[in-house]
């Protein structure tokens, strides 16, 4: 298994643990650090409706804690309808999530490469966060 797919097979994983019980469209995504460490995390839904997390905000958590985002590399990010596991659509990060990411590779001083996949993990395609958000906010 390439190191890609050992990335986008944890994504999968986490994305089973997904909390979803109101959209059923769960994401999970895997953080990976420069080091080949990997943290995950999936969305992680809420009755009230805002306070809701995406599974990159979730993941980009769990690799603070992990390894430290200063050393993050790229990530996978895979997602669909919950029970459906037929080949979809690649995800992508939402807006707020590319900023996040943003965050995570000025600290890592690298542009972070992702892995946008479908539940399945066989419609996927690959990017950078630069090209995701190219005109990103900052305070400096
Ligand atoms: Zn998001």
Known sequence: MSGEDRLVAAAQEARL???APYSDFLVGCAVESEDGEIAVGANMENACYRLGVCAEQSALTAAQQA?????????AVVGGPRGVSSKGEA???CGGCRQAIVEAARLADTDVAIICCDASGTERFSTTIDALLPASFALD
Request: overall charge positive; cysteine-free.
């Open 17 to 19: 643990r997904a909390h």
């Open 91 to 93: 995800v992508t990060p």
């Open 67 to 75: 390894f430290g985002l200063d050393k993050i590399k790229r990530l």
